[in-house]
């Protein structure tokens, strides 16, 4: 059969991977040679949004695909880059440039971005107008969401077998996941990682319950500081959910009687007990962002001001962790990692320092 294209690319998180993945998975290659996979999320701890590996999720993913067509599907981790959209395109560029040299092709041939519209999610199919645009059709209006919601809900019994008999759009949930699938999922469910996202999970689903009440959709504000000196930043280790154990910048939720500069002064020292004069902090703020992707927190819609306070170069200052926080300590920014990092600090480091 001949094909349109030589390549298409699909761009997906796969938490889990589904039959409507693979529905689209499908129709590339029924007009590409090959598919390039571009699995994002690709590091970071794990959550209830992002519970599993990139090596977790390439296994699903090919050992869905009936085995005459593995050959024609390439898997390839894709990080975020959350606040810096060009960056994003510029790795998704560099990412299946690369995989096509190494496929075989000397030259660039068309490519064909698949994708289906959604939600707000799927902006990113406008951001390569170089490439052909292949709008895949919806399957059966299958939900990651509804899937890791069920999933991460029924600790201790056969999640795939709901006494309501829940159905996902008009398909039994045992359509809904590949074999493959459906066996890793069954296996992690006796993991200490499958009991650590429940319990995160059902601590995010009360505390925005206790929301429910409000007249008006619920939007927060934190402020959260980003204290660089001698190549290093301050961290604190999380003492409690969400993201217990996981590095944070010290920060927290703005009181409504101060202004964000004032609270995140606040914040720093309750968690670090950062013993630098209040004056000097202030002197020492260079910049300060407002970091707002709809996604970056599980507790809801929550923005933060994100402040860069550098202290320049010295010996590094004595830090204890305190309040919410288990420790505090400066990490080199060298060591950073985005798979012990909390929510999206990471990003807010990469975009305020520059790295």
Not at 131 to 137: I, L, R
Not at 230 to 235: A, E, F, I, M, Q
């Amino acid at each position: 059969m001949a094909h349109n294209y030589k390549i298409a690319v699909y761009i997906g998180r796969f938490q889990p991977l589904h039959a409507g993945h693979l529905h689209v998975i499908e129709q590339g290659l029924q007009h590409a040679d090959q598919v390039f996979v571009l699995v994002g999320s690709a590091t970071g701890p794990r959550s209830h949004r992002n519970p599993f590996t990139f090596a977790e999720r390439r296994s699903m993913i090919v050992d869905s695909i009936p085995a005459a067509n593995r050959g024609r599907v390439k898997v390839v981790p894709l990080e975020d880059a959350a606040y810096n959209d060009s960056k994003w395109i510029t790795q998704v560029q560099t990412l299946v440039e690369r995989t096509a040299w190494q496929s075989g092709f000397t030259v660039m041939p068309d490519v064909a971005l698949l994708g289906h519209r959604k939600d707000s999610t799927s902006y990113y199919l406008n951001m390569f107008p170089q490439w052909d645009s292949f709008e895949a059709t919806n399957y059966h209006n299958i939900s990651s969401t509804n899937i890791r919601n069920s999933y991460f809900s029924n600790i201790g019994h056969m999640w795939i077998k709901d006494a309501d008999g829940h159905k996902e759009g008009d398909l039994p949930q045992d359509r809904v996941i590949p074999t493959p699938v459906k066996q890793f999922l069954d296996e992690f469910v006796d993991t200490q990682e499958y009991r650590d996202i429940c319990a995160e999970y059902e601590f995010v689903r009360k505390y925005r319950a206790s929301w429910d009440a409000a007249p008006y959709p619920v939007n927060l504000v934190c402020v959260d500081a980003c204290v660089i000196k001698s190549g290093h930043v301050l961290l604190v280790e999380r003492g409690a959910l969400p993201g217990k154990g996981q590095l944070a910048l010290p920060g927290g939720y703005l009181n409504v009687t101060e202004r964000a500069v004032d609270g995140m002064i606040r914040e720093l020292r309750e968690e670090t007990r950062l013993k630098v004069p209040e004056a000097v902090l202030r002197g020492s703020i260079t910049r300060h962002e407002v970091f707002d992707d709809p996604n970056r927190s599980a507790r809801g819609r929550v923005m933060t001001i994100g402040y860069l306070v550098d202290l320049g170069t010295g010996p590094l200052d004595k830090v204890r962790g305190s309040d919410d926080a288990a420790h505090a300590a400066w990490v080199p920014l060298a060591d950073l990692r985005r798979d012990n990092m909390f929510e999206d600090h990471y990003s807010i480091i990469e975009y305020l320092v520059g790295m």
